[in-house]
């Protein structure tokens, strides 16, 4: 079974910049598709970026950060990371990580995915 367990997170000034990590354990993700969500106080939880297997051609992201955010994974590592520039106070919230439920899935899709980190909290003040 796989555990995941996000971190980076913390407290930025708006147009700065946070690289969270999600490190896998207890069984290799690298031939699963991986996503990152997040979840503002009293809304749902969104999806943010995702990435197949194949990562060099299949990467996701929503409308709000494209452009600003990067996905990446090593698969050596067993790590996925999501690069978060030119962050802005709507960016404020709690990022999950997540397993996809195989190596291309519908990324926008939570019921796509089977393994959920805890959560690492992102507020970015303006």
């Known amino acids: 079974q796989v555990q995941l367990v996000e971190s980076g997170g913390g407290l930025v000034q708006a147009g700065g910049s946070l690289r969270l990590s999600c490190a896998a354990s207890g069984r290799t993700i690298g031939t699963y598709a991986m996503g990152w969500f997040r979840q503002a106080p009293g809304k749902e939880r969104e999806f943010v970026a995702g990435i197949s297997l194949w990562s060099a051609s299949g990467t996701y992201y929503a409308d709000s950060v494209k452009g600003r955010f990067t996905i990446s994974r090593d698969n050596v590592k067993n790590t996925v990371y999501l690069q978060m520039n030119s962050l802005k106070p709507e960016d404020t919230a709690v990022y999950y990580c997540?397993?996809?439920?195989?190596?291309?899935?519908?990324?926008?899709?939570?019921?796509?995915?089977?393994?959920w980190g805890q959560g690492t909290q992102v507020t970015v003040s303006s």
């Open positions: 997540a397993k996809g439920i195989r190596g291309t899935i519908a990324y926008r899709v939570s019921r796509d995915y089977d393994v």
